[in-house]
């Protein structure tokens, strides 16, 4: 089935940068909404955003509109969270995740049913 691999975490400095990547195979992401969770130690897992099958909706969470924008190329079938302006609350292991059941606003982790193993995305200075 789905396969996402997640890419791009590390080590940036408040007020920085990363594009996070998110690399699908074995079926294409144009059948699946593709959302961006992240998990910070002892925390539960928070919504940062989505995109839609058809990539025509988007979502952002509060915390994060206006600094990050997720994006899909079809072609490489591979999904993208630019990061920017970061803050040392973003800090927490990012994971792609997807499903073909429709999403909205109120969709939680538990609506996803596939996800990858989760990238580190540390902000310290």
């Known amino acids: 089935q789905l396969q996402l691999v997640e890419s791009g975490g590390g080590l940036v400095q408040p007020g920085g940068s990363l594009r996070l990547s998110c690399a699908a195979s074995?079926?294409?992401?144009?059948?699946?909404?593709v959302a961006w969770f992240r998990q910070a130690p002892g925390k539960e897992y928070e919504g940062v955003s989505y995109?839609?099958?058809?990539?025509?909706?988007?979502y952002y969470a509060d915390s994060v509109k206006g600094r990050f924008t997720i994006s899909k190329d079809s072609n490489k079938n591979t999904v993208y969270l630019q990061m920017n302006s970061l803050k040392p609350e973003d800090a927490a292991v990012y994971y792609c995740t997807a499903t073909t059941q429709p999403v909205s606003a109120h969709s939680g982790w538990y609506d996803f049913d596939y996800w990858g193993h989760g990238t580190q995305v540390t902000v310290s200075s």
């Open positions: 995109i839609s099958a058809g990539a025509l909706t988007t």
């Open positions: 074995g079926y294409s992401l144009n059948y699946f909404a």
